[in-house]
């Protein structure tokens, strides 16, 4: 198992978040197999380097001065079976057009950090799921369980961490290769759910001597588990890398800056991205408060909008899905709002995909249309043309704002 070396400032090491209550985190009845993984993992090569994430941190600054703008976008959650590096390819394509456009919109560099090679775990409004009278457990990612509803694939199996892990380091060659045949810069990101999968990844930096989370170079912890006094908290402070925070409609500006405090105490910038995520009808309510909170006490941070999570519906069909009015609306509002009080947007928060399926609802897919090409494991996401157009819209948008 991991040594627990000691932080030298506080005696924090990535085991500390075992002695807090841990949210949405899966129970591994074999546990010899746990300690195997955990093994393994620690002896795996990291999957990106500390440089590179020291890189993405100044600029996640940069996007908060407003001198560069941030797209985090990509997959609700990835999966094995449909992993293809046509499929990377084209979800790479797709962030590269969104990203060029707003830059010749707003004349700002883009900085792209993709939900991808790492978004496996997903966290659930409910830990089982009931179907034709069978109670099994909720569907939680490929890294935790599998998507069919039997006894067999729903229990989560430790094995999977290094499936992923492999996955993993495969899509980061594609994508570093794509990025270097387009002269671009590209980061990863997901969220930061699955600690038995990120603890054993947690390395020392050499250049710095600080930790470093080298699953990804942004990690984020989410609206289910932001809890200041909770497990995912308590590994996030001690890792170097930038955070996110998902800000949500029961977000109070108590919580918040109690979170800022755990989370970055020496009030550093580019360490923390607020990602808001309330949907259209709640975020006028909700905002201003956050954001006059943070500004009253001059917390350095990020403000990206998700304006996906809080906007979620069930067709008649039984699919869940989302409008791209509705997000767009929300988008905007979230641009009023910061551009009211003085602060800065800087960037966007979405799920999507660069293959043509039909989850989200346009003046092009109805709402009967959603099971025509409906594969999302999780999330409705974005299409290709919808995130493009979507880029083209809100990027005009942010010209007059």
């Known amino acids: 198992m991991l040594k627990a070396y000691k932080n030298k400032s506080d005696n924090w090491s990535p085991q500390s978040w075992r002695e807090k209550e841990a949210l949405q985190l899966p129970y591994y009845a074999d546990l010899d197999a746990l300690a195997a993984v955990t093994k393994a993992l620690e002896a795996s090569a990291p999957l990106v380097m500390p440089s590179d994430t020291r890189r993405l941190k100044d600029l996640i600054a940069a996007a908060a001065r407003g001198e560069a703008f941030l797209l985090q976008a990509g997959d609700c959650a990835e999966s094995f079976a449909e992993f293809h590096p046509e499929n990377v390819r084209a979800t790479f394509d797709t962030l590269a057009q969104m990203a060029d456009i707003i830059a010749q919109e707003t004349g700002k560099p883009v900085v792209l950090n993709g939900r991808i090679a790492g978004q496996f775990a997903k966290p659930r409004s409910d830990s089982n799921e009931t179907q034709g009278g069978i109670t099994l457990p909720s569907y939680k990612g490929d890294i935790i369980n599998g998507l069919d509803f039997t006894p067999e694939t729903r229990k989560p199996e430790a094995d999977r961490m290094l499936q992923a892990y492999r996955q993993c380091a495969v899509t980061l060659n594609l994508l570093r290769g794509f990025a270097a045949e387009t002269d671009r810069e590209f980061f990863t990101a997901h969220e930061a759910l699955l600690l038995p999968y990120e603890e054993p990844l947690t390395r020392t930096d050499p250049a710095t001597g600080t930790w470093h989370a080298s699953s990804a170079h ?42 800022l405090d755990i989370l970055n105490p020496a009030n550093d910038a580019g360490r923390i991205t607020l990602i808001t995520r309330f949907g259209r009808e709640k975020i006028a309510a909700v905002l201003p408060q956050l954001v006059e909170a943070v500004q009253q006490q001059g917390r350095a941070v990020t403000w990206v909008c998700d304006p996906m999570h809080g906007n979620m519906r069930r067709a008649p069909t039984g699919h869940k899905t989302r409008a791209t009015a509705d997000m767009i609306a929300e988008t905007r509002s979230f641009l009023g709002i910061l551009a009211a009080a003085g602060a800065t947007a800087g960037g966007l928060h979405l799920e999507l995909t660069g293959r043509a399926v039909t989850e989200c609802t346009d003046d092009n897919i109805s709402e009967d249309a959603l099971p025509q090409r409906y594969f999302t494991h999780c999330d409705p996401r974005l299409n290709a043309a919808q995130g493009i157009a979507f880029a083209r819209h809100i990027a005009a948008y942010m010209k007059g704002v």
């Open 218 to 259: 942004f990690l984020w912890v989410g609206n289910r588990t932001c809890q200041p006094e909770g497990a995912h908290a308590a590994f996030l402070r001690g890792v170097a890398n930038p955070v996110g925070i998902k800000c949500g409609p029961d977000m109070t500006p108590k919580a918040l800056l109690r979170l």
